[in-house]
């Protein structure tokens, strides 16, 4: 049954279980005593950090574990913007960042500071001169992920690190995706990273702070971790931790060739074996192992569902998925379809026939859950056309507007206009992504009495 | 080689290991994501929650997994303030708590709040009409250990949480050393607890909140563990530490009763085997794993290095073993001698032979520390007696003062004094200490150009 979902989070590498196994033994006290097993479980501890650093690429003192990568995030982007509050309380980030990374500047605005965020292209990469830009002389912090964790695509954070470093910017790097695969490059200031993203156990995460760089850690703190993480530290993951990421760095210029190859493969054959779909994200500068494609006319937990019964496990950016019901931020700003959206994300060891069977089930689920929901069928014959037709999708969901749009289309002349009412958040974005795919014209939103009112003109 | 440091971290309890390698391979996924992995990953999570809601005593939504108990307190604290902002920012907390509640109020005054430690008696346990009269309009949150983490005493919580309730203030209980031996009693209105305390793994916390307690979580959060407790969920850890509290649970009645009795042969033979000696905390009401006593004379980081080398690993709350040469506030607060500090802390299991191998080697290591340090041997005899001394013991660390003062004090006749004069912090402590088990008097203390000078009275 294959697990195509490891950017969500990695199977444990066997390393991984080998180190926590023994050092479940030898690292269970507490390293700050004196006697014998405290002083062997600080032994562990240093030689996690050091091996930790060298992956990282940087000095063991200047590395410490946190409880989670989304605790590092918090804390590199609270503890320096706290280290350079005398320069102000502005923080700059991609328009595409996690949402560990968003919730922070959240919490900032709340406290009465602001952020600026960088809008990304159409494959979800930020611009380093418009990123350069959004830099103000009270910018405390910048924050750039390394590669995006639901299109895959890398950023450019060495052009953007230098162009912080001349403005005087320290530079935050979310590097949660990328690290298992190298170092991030380039001059960066802060670096967080989460170890069950590689294969190592879940509740470690790593915080990087380059020498002189102003922080502050916030909230209270303990003697722990150079004061930058408090509560004990959970000595037998760290080892896994350490341990498994050099594991996979060993095997990853060998392991990123072939994922690549096999992303490769997924990226043609979906556009041919599927119709209506778009493969999102950057098809070069991008992890070797996740690729992304929203299909038209699907709800995505519905496809989701199905691809599990089928026995693939995928994820989604798709609102349908989420509790929230707000479409993914990172496939709206980039300007990509949001419905029907499936992320695949191979762990390591995937094989060639894994994601054969993947390709050779994919086209029937996607019709299957299309002629469930009345998708149009493109051979669709049409009515006597009419100058402008209106559709009432009001208090229905992802994907119903845009079905309804375009089964109806066809029934309005060439420059006929076609109405959609909609009170469903995911049709603002769906409807102007749809007229982008299939060359019609977007005219734009009016408010009605219920949702609004989205105007379609027919070209073709 | 007996480790006596359990109250530090607890050897991982097997029922922990076996829960913990099962879930490694069941509990890795995404409990948020709607595949197999995940679906049986939020499975696990769910089960963990009920068995350590029961524990606790509370119900499922009441309890989230923390990342580490330390973490735990934190949140509680800032959470609890948070949601009673409009009351005020006045916080009351016990003078004995762990420095992880002590650090929280720490942070609130650095914030523009405020707190109150209620003063504990010699034993270390408060009193709760005491505890009451600090508890003021303003105060927001009162903090309570259920047992001290230095010295086993036992702290009235049920009938505190009764007088916090009528005043209504939320009562957080820090149960990170007792929980492992039953449910907090009363009606406490938060709990944080620790899972390494019980022998569970690191990397675990117990933060419960009751319905109708005012809670606003702090900082940046996400939709994990209802929003207050971000960052990816460690399961197989949780798993891990759910089913060891459990299992301790089961062992808890007859294990306390056994570890009672061989703390009970410590507090006793220590007093005898060993000459100048101090037991402290309450005998009777107290962890049944736990005794602490002092040594006169003694620098507890030589002393623990000492018994290490004959094989016991134990802990200490002396000023000399601490990086920040700050004597235990914990010792300090209670008004007991913080030299040569010795916490033994029985992990279950503990045997007799352990217990007897402990008390035949104590009396040596002691009288070589001393002997080491030139500490007075009671049958020294004095040379003729000037009215008073001065004892220079600048630039000396404790217990080099202690010691001098009590070779010299034969020195002078009765009514006669000797004044030490002392730039060691913790010599402000452990003078009167030494004072009151002699039963000399302490007069003062007087600034002096370096350190102050510290006037003792003979008095017999």
Same mark, same amino acid.
């Given at each position: ?57 940087? +000095? ?24 350079? +509050? ?57 924050? @750039?992920?390394?590669? =995006? ?41 802060? @670096? ?41 530290? =959970? ?9 498994? @990421? ?20 997924? +990226? ?6 599927? $119709? ?11 992890? $070797? ?41 990172? @496939? ?8 029907? =959206? ?43 056309? +009419? ?74």
């Amino acid at each position: 049954m294959p697990y195509f979902d490891a950017a969500s989070s990695a199977p444990l590498h066997p390393v991984a279980r080998q180190a926590l196994l023994a050092s479940l033994d030898e690292g269970w006290a507490d390293p700050a005593r004196l006697h014998r097993e405290g002083r062997r479980a600080a032994l562990l501890l240093d030689a996690a950090r050091e091996a930790a650093a060298e992956a990282v690429g940087c +000095r063991p003192d200047e590395l410490v574990f946190t409880s989670s990568g989304t605790r590092a995030v918090h804390s590199a982007v609270a503890g320096a913007l706290a280290g350079r +509050r005398r320069v102000g309380r502005h923080l700059v980030l991609s328009a595409v960042e996690h949402s560990s990374v968003i919730h922070c500047a959240g919490a900032l605005a709340a406290e009465g500071g602001s952020f600026s965020e960088v809008p990304v292209d159409r494959t979800g990469a930020v611009d380093p001169a418009a990123y350069g830009r959004a830099l103000r002389p009270d910018t405390a912090l910048a924050c @750039l992920q390394s590669a =995006n964790h639901e299109v895959g695509t890398e950023q450019p954070v060495a052009e953007t690190a230098e162009i912080c470093a001349a403005a005087g910017v320290p530079l935050m790097v979310d590097a949660a995706q990328s690290l298992g695969w190298g170092p991030v490059p380039g001059r960066w200031s802060l @670096l967080a990273a989460s170890a069950h993203k590689w294969g190592g156990p879940a509740g470690v995460g790593l915080l990087a702070v380059r020498k002189g760089v102003r922080f502050a850690p916030r909230g209270p703190v303990d003697e722990r971790e150079s004061g930058r993480a408090p509560g004990f530290e =959970n000595i037998p993951a760290i080892v896994a931790a350490a341990a498994s @990421l050099r594991a996979v760095r060993a095997e990853a210029a060998a392991e990123a060739v072939r994922l690549r190859a096999l992303v490769d493969r997924i +990226r043609a054959a979906v556009g041919s074996l599927v $119709p209506d779909v778009e493969v999102v994200g950057d098809p070069v500068r991008r992890l $070797p192992h996740l690729v992304t494609f929203s299909c038209l006319y699907v709800d995505g937990e519905t496809l989701l569902h199905e691809l599990d019964r089928a026995g693939f496990s995928v994820s989604s950016g798709s609102s349908c998925t989420s509790s929230t019901l707000t479409p993914s931020h990172v @496939l709206k700003a980039m300007g990509v379809l949001t419905e029907g =959206n499936v992320r695949v994300s191979l762990p390591a060891g995937t094989t060639d026939e894994e994601v054969d069977g993947f390709l050779g089930a994919l086209p029937g689920v996607v019709s299957d859950v299309r002629e469930k929901l009345g998708a149009p069928v493109p051979a669709a014959a049409a009515p006597a056309p +009419r100058t402008s037709l209106v559709v009432d999708a009001l208090g229905r969901r992802c994907p119903i507007p845009v079905i309804e749009l375009a089964k109806v289309i066809g029934g309005v002349p060439v420059g006929g206009t076609v109405t959609v009412l909609s009170d469903d958040e995911a049709a603002r974005l769906d409807i102007p992504a749809w007229c982008a795919m299939r060359e019609q014209e977007y005219v734009g939103e009016e408010p009605a009495d219920r949702g609004s009112a989205y105007v379609v003109r027919r070209l073709r």
